[in-house]
């Protein structure tokens, strides 16, 4: 079931589930932030915020902005409650960042290879170099920092910034994201009609073909999974904002336990007239 959301976006650049099924976007055009309530309720945690370039939720439902220009970056934060600051300006340009469960935030410098952390206390550290500049970064499931490079390779990046080369995602590739299970996904723009999800090769040699996970519209900029595995989608050329459901839950007419619902392509056809869903 494809459905497009109730939000009047412009430029959607970002976009971020939270643990409660909120969706953040971020719309670098009408220079604000969406929130977009489980009910269908729209409202602005951010507003009036020139050049926002990614956005980060936390579990309390915090929102974290980086804003870029061609000189500088600033990492603003927005409380639940509203209470927003600007936690730190760097004199660079920087293109996206992560931030992990204990409050670290790693961010990447535009056009080069150099990573710099913020700890909780707000100390400005370099974390590491890479051999090229970033494109995008994610938190995988054993807490490490996973970097997309410009070529495709993934490079993995530790706590105390040691740096290992770790998969391929495709050369066209501008998002990471992780899933709850702990696997890597990459968005990658391909020549056509289409944009597509796929997993990340752990393979040493980059493989031929890659695991298509789900295809998207051209030009789709950011995506996200809900709890059940529901893709949202923030294209800015369809200035929409789409989610496609293929699972969910109902209450179980007998018990009312919720149970879980599948919309599959391959699912067997029923098998007689006397089939029943319960």
Sequence with gaps: MIERLPVKVIEPVDLKLSSRGRIFVADRKAECVFRLDEY???????????????????????????????????????????????????????????????????????????????????????????????????????????????????????ADGRTSLSGFAPIEATRLMTLADGSLLALAGIAGDRSQIVSVSRDEDRPARFNIIAHAPAGTRAVGFDAMGNLCLANPDLRAVTKVTSQFSIPCPHCGKPTRMIFSTDSEPAEGLTSRSF
């Design 40 to 158: 269908g309720g729209t409202s602005l945690p951010v507003r009036d915020l020139a050049n926002i370039q990614r956005i980060h939720v936390d579990a309390d439902e915090s929102l974290f902005v980086l804003t870029s220009t061609g000189g500088e970056s600033s990492l603003h934060q927005v409380t639940a409650s509203g209470q927003h600051v600007v936690l730190v300006t760097f004199a660079f340009p920087a293109t996206t960042f992560v931030r992990d469960l204990v409050g670290h935030v790693v961010v990447a410098a535009k056009n080069s290879g150099r990573l710099l952390s913020v700890s909780p206390e707000g100390v400005v550290a370099e974390h590491a170099v890479l051999p090229q500049p970033a494109v995008d970064l994610a938190i995988n499931a054993g807490g490490q920092v996973e970097v997309l490079m410009n070529s495709g390779r993934v490079a993995t990046v530790t």
